[in-house]
C-alpha cells in the first residue's frame, strides 16, 4: 500500500491554458474524491466517483472543470482556461466503500495562475 | 447547509502544556464527526472521529467527544509534544461521501 499519490505536485500555468491533474488512488479502493483547499482555508468537496461512475458534483464545479475516472483506478481532473481564481490546492482522496467510508488523502497538486 | 467552525489559530504552546482546539457544527441532521490532520509536507490524515452522540474518539493521545447539545466537538490533549505540531481540521459528514471541513487550526509546540 503506497497511499494515495498525486502528479504533478506543482503547477504554474498562465491564465487561458488547460491543466490535467492525476490522482492514483489506493488500488483496491474503489471511491476515489477531489477537493479544493484555498489559502487558509479547509478543503472543499468537488467530486467524488464510485469506480468509473461520478455520482455527485458540487457546485464549485464550474462547466470548465472536468473529472473522469476511465477504468474506474485512476482520475483525472481537468481545468480548460484557467483563471486566477482557480489557484488552489487540489487534493484527492480514496476509500474503500461498504462498509469503510475512511478517506485517505493524497499530497496534493498546488496549482498557481499567474 | 452544513458547516464546521473551529478556533482561529496560530496556537503556540510550549512541551507539556494541555491543547483545546474549540470546534461547533451546524447540520440538518445527525453528522458524524472527525478530526483530521496535516503534518508539515504531508497529506491529510484521520486523526480520530465520532459517528453519534456522546462518542467519545481517541488516538494519539487526542481526545473529542460529540456533543449534539452545545453541536461541537473540541479536541483536547493533555500534554502536546513537539511532534504534534501541524494543522488541524475539524470536519462533518452526513452521508458516506462529502467531507465538509473547518478552516483549520495551526498548532505549533516548542521544545
Known amino acids: 500500500d503506497t497511499g494515495v499519490s498525486q502528479d504533478p505536485r506543482h503547477k504554474i500555468t498562465k491564465r487561458g491554458q488547460n491543466v490535467t491533474f492525476r490522482c492514483d488512488p489506493i488500488?483496491?479502493?474503489?471511491?476515489l474524491y477531489w477537493y479544493r483547499q484555498t489559502l487558509g482555508q479547509g478543503p472543499e468537496f468537488l467530486t467524488y466517483?464510485?469506480?468509473?461512475?461520478?455520482?455527485?458534483k458540487s457546485r464549485l464545479l464550474s462547466d470548465r472543470f472536468s473529472a473522469e475516472r476511465p477504468k474506474g483506478s485512476f482520475s483525472t481532473l481537468e481545468i480548460q482556461r484557467t483563471e486566477q481564481g482557480d489557484s488552489a490546492m487540489y487534493l484527492c482522496?480514496?476509500?474503500?466503500?461498504?462498509?469503510?467510508?475512511?478517506?485517505?488523502f493524497g499530497p496534493g497538486t498546488r496549482l498557481t495562475v499567474t | 447547509g452544513n458547516s464546521v467552525t473551529q478556533m482561529e489559530g496560530p496556537v503556540t504552546l510550549s512541551e507539556e502544556a494541555f491543547l483545546t482546539i474549540n470546534c461547533t457544527y451546524t447540520?440538518?441532521?445527525?453528522?458524524?464527526l472527525f478530526w483530521y490532520v496535516q503534518y508539515p509536507g504531508e497529506g491529510l490524515q484521520l486523526l480520530l472521529k465520532?459517528?453519534?452522540?456522546?462518542d467519545k474518539g481517541s488516538n494519539k493521545g487526542f481526545e473529542a467527544t460529540y456533543r449534539k447539545e452545545t453541536t461541537s466537538f473540541h479536541l483536547e490533549k493533555g500534554s502536546v509534544q513537539v511532534s504534534d505540531s501541524a494543522v488541524y481540521f475539524c470536519?462533518?459528514?452526513?452521508?458516506?461521501?462529502?467531507?465538509?471541513f473547518g478552516a483549520g487550526t495551526t498548532v505549533t509546540v516548542r521544545a
Open positions: 482522496a480514496s476509500s474503500l466503500g461498504d462498509p469503510s467510508y475512511e478517506q485517505y
Open positions: 488500488s483496491e479502493h474503489n471511491r
Open positions: 466517483f464510485q469506480n468509473e461512475a461520478q455520482l455527485e
Open positions: 447540520a440538518t441532521g445527525y453528522p458524524s
Open positions: 465520532a459517528t453519534k452522540a456522546d
Open positions: 470536519a462533518l459528514s452526513e452521508n458516506d461521501y462529502k467531507l465538509s
